[in-house]
């Protein structure tokens, strides 16, 4: 039985692409094995088909909302990652910065460290 619906797996993987970059999506697909690959499998058709796949919010302000969220509860690796797909999806420097400025006020000081940490890293790898 699949795990996923396939149109929606396909959708996703276009947003997924679309935002994370084609390199990245296919590395991790590519290292998925017999244990790791329904989940993403799914999580591709889940978050990214059926989370993303609709035209209601557009793609940078999921972009932004995702750092707000990954930002609060202190998930920094996909913060990361999720700040190189902002980008991609348009997001500012500066409207990255007002992001964190929310996460601290409401999630503490130190979160917003963490994030600027984060943010900074991916701020510099592309040269802005």
């Known amino acids: 039985m699949a795990t996923f619906d396939e149109d929606l797996f396909l959708k996703g993987l276009e947003q997924r692409k679309a935002t994370l970059g084609a390199e990245y ?16 499998e799914a999580m591709t058709a889940w978050c990214w088909g059926f989370g993303w796949g609709d035209d209601v919010i557009p793609a940078k302000t999921r972009s932004m909302m995702n750092l707000a969220m990954l930002g609060a509860l202190g998930k920094m690796h996909e913060f990361e990652i999720h700040c190189r797909g902002a980008l991609n999806n348009g997001v500012t420097k500066d409207e990255i910065r007002a992001i964190v400025h929310v996460v601290a006020i409401y999630c503490g000081v130190p979160q917003g460290l963490e994030c600027f940490r984060s943010a900074r890293r991916v701020l510099e790898e592309r040269g802005l």
Do not use: C, G, I, Y
């Open 25 to 40: 999506v296919e590395k991790n697909l590519a290292a998925a094995d017999d244990f790791t690959r329904p989940f993403q």
